[in-house]
């Protein structure tokens, strides 16, 4: 059977896991990364993607 691992042994792999996380983990982001080309345009643009359009034809309203 296997043993559990002692104190010592499971805070070096929980230690060894982080720093395998904190090596491999990728770079922050700008704030514009957060936003992507076309969401900025339309926010620009002051285009919101709830606003309520109402079509000339029959009076249908839909989210664009």
Known sequence: MAR??????AAAIAAAIERFRGETAPAPGTEEDAIGPWQRAAL???VSAKVT????????????
């Open 53 to 64: 359009v109402e079509k000339s034809e029959g009076g249908e309203r839909w989210l664009s």
């Open 4 to 9: 559990s691992p002692s104190e010592d042994e």
């Open 44 to 46: 620009l643009e002051g």
